[in-house]
């Protein structure tokens, strides 16, 4: 996988802030409708080799998404179908579980929270057994720490804006067969980080808690009151309240205060 120019010009080149747009095919718009295991019904028969994948675009710059689109959108050439566009964290998370595309090209700064986010909250849709749906970073930056924080999310690879639409094409191909793709600079990063011998394999604390006091415990890292916890999690203030005690007996600690300090010291903000 490489990151290189090739005859095909890169995608990168706007850089001004997205526009709100109304038509059916702005950001927020579904473009196709799922069909049988996540094949469209209108599946082309044109595609090289017979290849087909839905995909959804994320990337809160509209002329970059209508780039990408005119690149590998050409259904009968690429086999790629674009389903459905957005253009911050709400709209990411309502298209993409409406429309259940095969792959998601994110960018991994978006309003609303970022890429991270939209992997935190289709976790459920990445791990359906049956209609997975995976995510392709491709974004601008190249640095580090976003290309490590999108991974530990469940993004199954990382590429940068100035990929050539051929090989973004191969890219999400491969990710649709669950596959991790990264240029070779990125991919040194990932190994870095999941090489590393600084932390410990098993965290024997964090073992200790559930996977619903886990997502409370991020959020209240996070700074979450806990009524925009119940909403974010879909349960009562109550419940809230029930698991932060949980994970507070559980953990040795006395108040939210020392609850953050924890979390920070593993990263897991």
Known sequence: MSDANGPTAGL???TGPDEPSDTATGAGAVTGSP???GADAAEPSGAPGGRHVRVVLVDDHRMFRTGVQAEIGQTERTGVQVVGEAADVDQAVTVITAARPEVVLLDVHLPGGGGVEVLRR???LMGDAEQPVRFLALSVSDAAEDVIGVIRGGARGYVTKTITGTDLVESIFRVQEGDAVF???????VLDAFASTDAPPV???LDRLTQREREVLRLIARGYAYKEIAKQLFISVKTVESHVSAVLRKLQLSNRHEL???A???RLV
């Not at 240029?183 to 990063?189: E, I, K, M, V, Y």
């Open 12 to 14: 990168q080149g706007h």
């Open 35 to 37: 069909g049988a295991g």
């Open 122 to 124: 289709c976790a459920p």
């Open 183 to 189: 240029s070779p600079r990125l991919a040194g990063f």
């Open 203 to 205: 965290d024997e604390d």
């Open 260 to 262: 953050t300090r924890w």
């Open 264 to 266: 920070t010291a593993r």
